[in-house]
């Protein structure tokens, strides 16, 4: 069993930032995997379905960004799912607007809710996948930008990348981190 986890912040003024690319992602796959991410357990929307034959839970922590671990860490323990078979989808600044890069481990790189999560789980042993929104420019803040709307440019990029981390989690369920690493890294 997977647990799949995209973050973001619950809110109608959240909607659509560069900071809530992981919930789109959610939506994305649940989407065109037909799973419903309607039921609230966990601290969060769930969802439960297969994707390559594999039970899997979708997940959207509602605890905002900086406490997504709460709701990681319930979700994990309740369905006893061990650290590797769990997939964190985010927003990665250091990455260029649409870049998909897919790891197995590191440091929270400056990210809240990584750094929630790594401190729930007391490891940074899990999968992520970080979808890049780019950095701001010098004038702008880091939270302005990352709470910031997605410009129409971006959202056609971004769309696109939504496409690509579906088919990512496909090939991490169905054939493993290093074949989706191998394939999806730029």
């Known amino acids: 069993m997977y647990l799949i986890a995209g973050l973001g912040n619950p809110g109608k003024q959240y909607f659509a930032t560069r900071h809530n690319i992981g919930f789109s992602a959610i ?3 649940s989407q065109k995997q037909n799973i419903k991410v309607t039921k609230i357990k966990h601290k969060g929307l769930i969802g439960e379905g297969e994707i390559c034959g594999q ?5 959207k ?3 905002y960004m900086n406490l997504s671990g709460e709701s990681v860490k319930e979700a994990a323990s309740w369905y006893k799912i061990p650290n590797e078979n769990i997939i964190i989808i985010y927003d990665d600044i250091s990455l260029p607007v649409g870049k ?3 790891r197995t481990k590191g440091s929270a790189g ?12 007391n490891s940074d042993v899990f999968g992520r996948m970080k979808i890049g929104v780019g950095s701001p420019n010098e004038d702008v803040d880091l939270a302005n930008h ?18 690509k981390v579906c ?11 290093q074949s989706a690493m191998n394939q999806f890294n730029g």
């Not at 039970?55 to 997940?59: A, E, H, N, P, Q």
């Not at 990352?146 to 496409?163: C, M, N, P, Y």
């Not at 990512?168 to 981190?177: F, H, K, W």
């Open 146 to 163: 990352v709470l910031g709307r997605i410009s129409k440019e971006e959202e056609v990029v971004l769309f696109e990348v939504l496409g």
């Open 110 to 121: 400056g990210h809240n809710g990584i750094k929630s999560i790594i401190a729930h789980l």
């Open 167 to 177: 088919c990512a989690v496909s090939e991490y369920i169905s054939a493993g981190p």
């Open 27 to 29: 939506d994305y796959i």
């Open 61 to 63: 922590p509602q605890t």
């Open 55 to 59: 039970k899997v839970i979708l997940l």
């Open 100 to 102: 998909l890069r897919i």
